[in-house]
Nanobody
Framework: QVQLVESGGGLAQPGGSLRLSCAAS????????MSWYRQAPGKERELVAY????????NYADSVQGRFTISRDNAKNTVYLQMNSLKPEDTAVYYC?????????WGQGTQVTVSS
């Protein structure tokens, strides 16, 4: 079965950095597009970034463009989100997502808190 396990969240100061990881299994990772989403308290879940199967295409939300970088290691079945220059408004639960065989799968999420 499809499994997505996020890690790497935590507390960071404004201007700081965190690196999130999402370990995937149960589907052909190397040929599947992967996405990161986030959901802040009281807000809807929003797309942060996605990456094509080969990594050649990456797209970001305007709010994180230039600060976050999505990448993947197909040999390790893992997708990453490097977050730099963090802001308090980046505080949210971050989720890994994949669409596979007409279904959408989510990880359990990892909390990111940006505060001084």
């Amino acid at each position: 079965q499809v499994q997505l396990v996020e890690s790497g969240g935590g507390l960071a100061q404004p201007g700081g950095s965190l690196r999130l990881s999402c370990a995937a299994s149960g589907f052909p990772f190397s040929i599947t597009r992967m996405s990161w989403y986030r959901q802040a308290p009281g807000k809807e879940r929003e797309l942060v970034a996605y990456i094509s199967s080969s990594g050649g295409i990456r797209n970001y939300a305007d709010s994180v463009q230039g600060r976050f970088t999505i990448s993947r290691d197909n040999a390790k079945n893992t997708v990453y989100l490097q977050m730099n220059s963090l802001k308090p408004e980046d505080t949210a639960v971050y989720y890994c997502k994949v669409d596979y065989q007409t279904r959408t799968y989510w990880g359990q999420g990892t909390q990111v808190t940006v505060s001084s």
